[in-house]
């Protein structure tokens, strides 16, 4: 190792091109980086999708679930199966297990289900797919005042078309109307009038809108391909259809006996923004499309768009990639922040140059990282900036001691290039050993599993490239510009000093200043200290001991919370409501807008009290949107935390919703979110059984007994298809009087499930009892 850091100290052209080279390679890893706002994760889930009209969820269970659940029990690679049962449909989700190939086990599953011996009559065909990843990039609402939804519809379709044009761009979405389709009203009368059946008028137009081939004709000259190309997309091309001719020359057309109209399916599907009616656009990016890159061209058409047109606008939705350009300029001010930082601190007790030196291992390591970056799939998204944030606070820290030591060697009489060489070899030991640590403690998420693993993992990567880079700088790169720089060098009096001498001069006052008060902590603090440590060993450890203890109290009293992952500010409240199924859908539809119109009212008294003076209202824009007959949700953006008062908040709003709308009668589920929780619920439990009649009664005990709880203040209730869910929130004060995690968990089991707790499992019908804690109180 002496032999290498001497070569680089004496060849100090080596290290110039080393450097030049990490710049170089550094600038071009970077922009070939692509961004995302997660980490990019390969695809662990297979879906099987299943259609059989008119069907209930118990029909559609056991005759088609469970047969194809039993054939995937015992299958090797998959980690567990999920099930849903909806009236019509289902779904059969399979989570495959780390390290299993995703294309193999599509094939497996695929085997797994044609070994089902038969199905019922009339269902559709199964739909065996991987489920691509894809992440959300940008969604924008098409609206306009008095616009009609099929008009709206057509708008959003050639918008679709021009940004399928848009190279990067490949997953667009469109939602917020139904499926379209074409009715003929058959007058029954007419039928009667004209001697015709309805299954003659079926039939005529069955025969008649058709797309097929027919073969070819072969001459000598030429082949003609022969194509029946009568497919009518729209009503009125269908009116000319003959559905009955006679020898004397009479024909009845479809428009005769029918009326023939262009209309939306009966099921409630419509989206409002702001009020309006709207149809919303989502682009989604694939593992090979780059996130800002996209959102920008979105972005360039959107603002294109509303300066050609007045009477339809495009209104951002949501966009993720403003997060992660807040992320990118929050890590470019805290390198700058960092490097001036060094400078300046460094400045007070190191010379200048030593500082400068010592702050330029900053961007090599960042550049470094880089290079090698690419090769482990990293992209620039919320988490890996993260990273990089964490590691700029301690990139600098073996170069502080390489630097400093080679300084002092300097100032024992050495010629620079033997203080750097010895300087650098005699902290080698602490500095590696160091890194190693550090190394060793980030590495830990590279080991877990789950999405938390995937996520996290690319943290410790950028954390482990960016210090591996920098230890090299602060060995090879560091010493080899110490020895050569100024910094080593003594300074000539001259009667006429430039600028730039005077200014290391007054540095060097500077410098003096720092020495002094250094000097007075180690002999007046550090000093005096250290001996009465050494002196009452037994005193010393005793005070760390009792700090520590005092530490896992506070832990266990609930004065320091304990929480995976710690919320995170949204900017979001979202309302979802379900009614039970069957419900009319102006039910569903007049209790979503009632509480709509209560958003405006907390939008109204919160602008006052908060934003006097301002322009800007705190709700942004409203979105409501009508998923079925029986379900709906409304979303409410509000102004970005940077541009909102402190004071204000999600929960702050979504409890004032709350308290205004009050309770609603003969609602299933109605939970008012201001955001999620990263990781899952804090306490999940599941009551299994083949038995809906058992599980339903067990819900309701379970709920009873937890309604007894003098400590919950709300209990929200779920019933969708196949799952039982109760929801329940803590007071404010629970806490103080001691109630946490294993509390609660201690008292389920013990009030309701006696010795024997059931944990998680998916595959059956189940209960689950969700825990939720105000955060701030854990």
Known sequence: MRKIIAYFIRYHVAVNIFIIAIFAFGIIGLLSLKSSFFPLTDSKIINISITYPGASPQEIEEGIVLQIEDNLKGLKGVDRVTSVSRENSGTITVEIQKGENIDFMLLEVKNAVDRVPSFPTGMEPLIVAKQEEVRQTISFAVNGKDIPLATLKQIARQIENDLRTID????????????????????????????????EVSQAVSASNILVTGGNIKTDAEEYLIRANNRNYYGDELSNIVIKASNDGKTIRLKDVAVIRDRFAETPNAT?????????????????????????????????????????????????????????????????????LVLLFLSLFLNTRVAFWVAFGLPISFLGMFIFAGQFDVTINVLSLFGMIIVVGILVDDGIVVGENIYQHYEKGKSPIQAAIDGTMEVIPPVVSAIITTLLAFSLFLFLDSRIGEFFGEVSIIVILTLSVSLVEALIILPAHLAHSKALRKMEVEKHPSKIKRFFAKMREVNKMGDRFMRYLRDRIYSPTLSFVLKFKILALSIFIVLLILTFGAIGGGIIGVTLFPSIASDTVSIELNMPNGTNVKVTDSIISMIEEK????????????????????????????????????????????????????????????????????VERLIFGSGGNFGGSPVSVSLLSNNISELKAAKLELKSFLESNPLLKDIEDNDPAGIKEIRLELKENAYLLGLDLRTVMSQVRAGFFGAQAQRFQRGQDEIRVWVRYDRSNI
């Open 272 to 340: 409002y923004f702001n009020q309006q009616l709207s149809v919303n656009i989502t682009i989604t990016s694939t593992n090979s499309e780059d996130l800002i890159s996209s959102a920008d061209k979105v972005k360039e058409y959107i603002e294109g768009y509303n300066q050609k047109y007045n009477n339809v606008r495009l209104d951002i939705v949501r966009d993720l990639s403003i997060t992660l350009n807040q992320r990118t300029e929050l890590l470019t001010k805290n390198a700058i922040a960092g490097m001036l």
């Open 599 to 666: 958003s405006f009212i907390v939008n109204k008294e919160f602008t006052e009290e908060y934003l006097k003076g301002s322009d800007k209202q705190l709700f942004e824009n409203t979105i409501l949107s009508l998923n079925s007959s029986s379900s709906a949700r409304l979303q409410i953006n509000l102004l970005p935390g940077e541009e909102r008062p402190d004071a204000i908040n999600t929960s702050l709003v979504a409890n004032r919703l709350r308290e205004l709308v009050g309770p609603v009668v003969g």
């Open 168 to 199: 990067g761009i490949s997953q667009i979405e469109l939602s917020g109307y139904p499926q379209e389709e074409i009715e003929i009203a058959v007058n029954e009368t007419s039928l009667l009038a004209y001697n015709l059946t309805f299954n």
